[in-house]
DNA sequence: GATGAATGAGTCTTCATTCAT
DNA sequence: GATGAATGAAGACTCATTCAT
């Protein structure tokens, strides 16, 4: 966890950029290997040298999105909301929102890939549910309760109120970058106050 | 409504169930004609004599979704509100999801298809917005307006409250039957009301 | 001989029209019984009804062009020669190029396909060989040892003399209907004048 | 005429003589990609690799037969006959004939592919007439002109002898290679004379 | 006689992957 | 490590031919 990224090399990377963009303007199925290999500018052998598959290819473009972003985002966060630095949840909210839209906009091509081929990869699930099943959501549950505890939040199902939250914002990110980017949206602080006022007079207890 | 199916024959409607699966199950891209045929038990030639393409029969599994779904939807539930048969615009909205609860379930996989597929065709892209953009789109707004000036939405931009109300419709169904579908949901009603209810507290004005 | 065209009904000869122009502009091999079929709209079946296989409508194609212009050119004309209707040779080519004009003009694809698939189908040769070969090859030695008695013709080798005013005539005829369709050439009669000008003062004693 | 042949592989060798030998026997319509690559001892894919389609290796097989042969056969007999080396236009034409002897033999199935199959490939048609029409006839006309200046040809269009020359030699080659290669043909020699002689006496003014 | 739906072998072409250099 | 020629299985699609209606 400490320094899992082992010195990619230039072609390396060339690869993975390369493999990023074809793979969410395209899909994995529908590009080829030699397609990778011609805009990256290696050999087709190369990236055979490196990501032992194309699939091999399509998790290491995935996987460090899922470690790099998922985790962090909870863990970092986690930490401030008992640290007491989030107060209302609302904060909460608007952080987690906030803090990740430089990195959600520099990835969007991984989190197109990652949402549209999760329904074709059982392995890809699998190590999604590996990061977000097992170990975030345990700490999101810990957060939920703690608002609840102070009355933020209705005294609903916990999951729903994860369930709630996440597709909340997850609509919004998905609707606004992946399907109708060309649309005149509001200015993204707009919209995410927009979401949270939602939630709020929502789900959310005032007072 | 009445004739536009134009009699499909039996080898039709196999291809296009076979299709229709493996495209909701493999992605349009990672299925192949052969197991197509194969599945709906016919010859390879038989599925390019019905549809001339591989294009062609993903349009053909596809497009009667938008006709017979989408269209429909609004155009029946339009006269209602129009005919003050929904007085309240929750019974609206409970309408529109309970009216096509079924058709949704047993189109499940169609549905799955366009969402996965847009990105990658333009021309899915375009004959959906064909269909939504400028004819569902229009009404939409005429109903938003109409409840609107009975004061039961609020003054905000129609756009970004059809938004809202779709995004929290579309974000359950693809939640639900999509991504999560082994989840252990509530029942339909339960969801149903709790969409609402969140929207009622939201962008709806009470009183 | 007298009377083998056994009365062909309409489908048939449209089917033979348009498997001629199509073979003509395509070449056998690139022509599919379905273009063909819709060319001359009838169904697919039928086509196999009347002509069991696909080479089976060629040789229907092609074999009348044999029999009814190879055959008749020579024995009408080989009778006018012993007739002495034609005293001098250059009245006979003359003849032999005036009479088929317009035959050749009408039926140009169908020597175009003869042309150009004689090479690839052993049979078609064989047919041709069968109607030219021995038929028609004895009564042009016929013809060339007449003239020649009469000390019109050098004393060559016959086939020689034959091959040489047969390609005379050919080259032209193909050069100018085959390969250069467009290029701007003088009137037939020209033409024809020219080719028997140059065989006049080449192979042919002048006195 | 130094390095223009870019070096090719074994492979690539083996399957343009494949290729031609195919396409020359049975047609290129007639032939599958399979066959070349059975033949050539090649696996199909490597077809693809060196000649994007099958298309592009008909023109890699018939594009250097027009540069290399119908180029070079005018340029080095032109200055020939510039520098005064042929008086007699007899004599260029024979060494038009006799020099090209060899190569004709050496590339008969190319020269027999493109015969057959110019008239179905438009592209094929402008390639030959890039090479022959606007280089190589301009500088025939040139020689045409040359050789009635000396008084040696007849005063007919310059067209016109051209393409009496040209179908002369080339019906002969036409004949001889590629419709009647089994008939008894005299030496080369002798035939090659009795071109001549036909053109002597024909168009070419004897003083 | 005529149809055209159905077939499945065959076509051209692409692809992920390997391996000698 | 890097290459790219080579592979052959698989892909989409076409075709001549058959047969029930």
Do not use: C
Request: proline share 3%; no cysteine.
């Amino acid at each position: 966890m400490t320094n899992n990224e082992p010195k990619l090399t230039k072609k390396q990377i060339a690869i993975l950029e390369a493999a990023t963009d074809l793979f969410a303007e395209k899909g994995y199925a529908g590009t080829s290997t030699s397609e990778i290999a011609n805009k990256a500018e290696v050999a087709e052998g190369t990236i055979f040298k490196h990501f032992k598959s194309k699939k091999g290819l399509l998790l290491a473009v995935v996987s460090p999105m899922m470690v790099k972003w998922l985790a962090p985002m909870i863990k970092k966060d986690l930490n401030k909301v008992l640290d007491q630095e989030f107060e209302y949840i609302q904060d909460f909210i608007r952080a987690m929102i906030e803090n990740r839209k430089e990195f959600i906009q520099k990835n969007l091509p991984m989190l197109k890939i990652l949402v549209q081929e999760i329904p074709f990869h059982p392995d890809l699930k699998e190590k999604f549910i590996e990061y977000v099943g097992n170990d975030i959501f345990d700490k999101l549950r810990e957060i939920v309760k703690y608002y609840q505890d102070k009355g933020q939040l209705a005294d609903m199902k916990t999951d729903t109120i994860i369930r709630t939250v996440a597709t909340s914002i997850l609509s919004y990110i998905v609707a606004r970058y992946v399907f109708l980017p060309e649309a005149n949206w509001d200015d993204e602080e707009v919209e995410t106050e927009r979401i949270i006022q939602i939630l709020e007079s929502g789900i959310i207890q005032n007072k």
